[in-house]
């Protein structure tokens, strides 16, 4: 199998408030507390799923709250879409034609700087899974790609990550190289057309490198800079928020479940994964779930898809600063009133 590369790719404790989103004169903002949904099954709705990308073990949970029956238990038909390209998701909510995407932390925001009624609903995955990685011995540190060649995918918010880094480094951006490679990230390392890269994910081009014998060095995003964020949320429109608020909660709620039953055991899940995708390698797969595992869960007692506003405001501000942005992004971006043990 190929190396896996096509991807599109607020904190003091105390200031965790969190945040009101109102949606047309509704209050939904995590401000409290109420009780899961009863455990008696309610009538079965369907709820349409996009992925960002094809089934892979970044979508572990999803697959393992199939597995173990928690869609049909909270009273869910969930059916699961794959997007014929990475820009699709988000389009795909704001048209209306799924109830949820899951997407990317910054692409969340650019949409809505770009107008779009959407809101991030829980995260998937908790921090950044974008890194830098490079197969040469000499590079041990952002700055030694003084002089060198870095491949990226030519996404604009890549490369402000590398100007970051760079700079931080107190190395002059001018003196790096940044050549567009396309989603060939991991390829154009192999065969040496690079000397770094900035994209791939720490979890999975990192482990697939490592059971191909190779030793990558990565450097991940947010030791370098780039403020924290959550590479995977899940995302919805703002009326589905309204209308339908109770579903998007049991749909959570669910992937909770299933994100709890992988913390017990690795494994769950992998065989309805497998079945969804049969072209993946069960060895990487299980390899990927088990080294993204502590990110699939908030840092302290918070829920399993919880989202810091704070951090969201920090990671809004370095794109506004990089010209990323039009406006600092509203902090209805995103709510954890959908989440299990949060409400009104």
Not at 2 to 19: E, Q, V
Not at 30 to 39: I, M, N, T, V
Not at 333 to 341: D, I, V, W, Y
Request: with cysteine; aromatic share 6%; hydrophobic share 40%.
């Amino acid at each position: 199998m190929s190396i896996r590369t096509n991807r599109r790719k607020f904190g003091a404790r105390g200031r965790l408030a969190a945040l009101t989103l109102v949606v047309a004169g509704l209050v939904l903002g995590a401000c409290g507390s109420k009780q899961d949904d009863p455990d008696t099954r309610p009538q079965t709705e369907r709820l349409e799923l996009m992925l960002d990308f094809y089934p892979n073990a970044d979508h572990a949970p999803i697959y393992a709250a199939q597995e173990i029956g928690a869609f049909r238990d909270a009273g869910l038909d969930v059916k699961i879409r794959t997007p014929a390209d990475p820009g699709m998701p988000i389009k795909m909510v704001t048209t209306g034609r799924v109830d949820l995407a899951i997407s990317y932390e910054p692409e969340v925001l650019l949409a809505r700087d770009k107008g779009a009624r959407v809101a991030s609903v829980g995260a998937l995955v908790q921090k950044p899974l974008t890194s830098i990685m490079t197969l040469r011995d000499d590079i041990r540190s952002v700055k030694d790609l003084a002089g060198k060649t870095v491949g990226t995918a030519g996404i604009p918010y890549q490369s402000a990550y590398l100007r970051t880094a760079l700079e931080k480094a107190d190395v002059d951006p001018d003196r790096v190289r940044e050549v567009n490679v396309g989603f060939n990230l991991s390829q154009a390392m192999l065969s040496k057309k690079v000397d770094a890269t900035l994209g791939g994910f720490w979890n999975y081009e990192g482990v697939q490198l490592r059971r191909r014998g190779r030793k990558p060095r990565i450097i991940r995003m947010e030791q370098v800079g780039v403020p924290t964020y959550q590479e995977l949320v899940f995302v919805g429109h703002m009326d589905t928020l309204r209308e339908r608020g109770r579903v998007l909660r049991r749909f959570l709620q669910a992937v909770a479940r299933g994100a709890r039953a992988l913390r017990t055991d690795p494994t769950v899940g992998l065989d309805t994964l497998l079945k969804a995708n049969p072209d993946l390698e069960r060895g990487l797969q299980q390899a990927v779930v088990k080294e993204t595992l502590p990110v699939f869960f908030p840092e302290g007692d918070f829920p399993w898809g919880y989202q810091n506003a704070d951090e969201w405001k920090a990671y809004g501000e370095w794109m506004l600063e990089n010209k990323l942005l039009q406006a600092m992004p509203s902090p209805t971006a995103l709510t954890n009133e959908f989440l299990p043990g949060h409400g009104v």
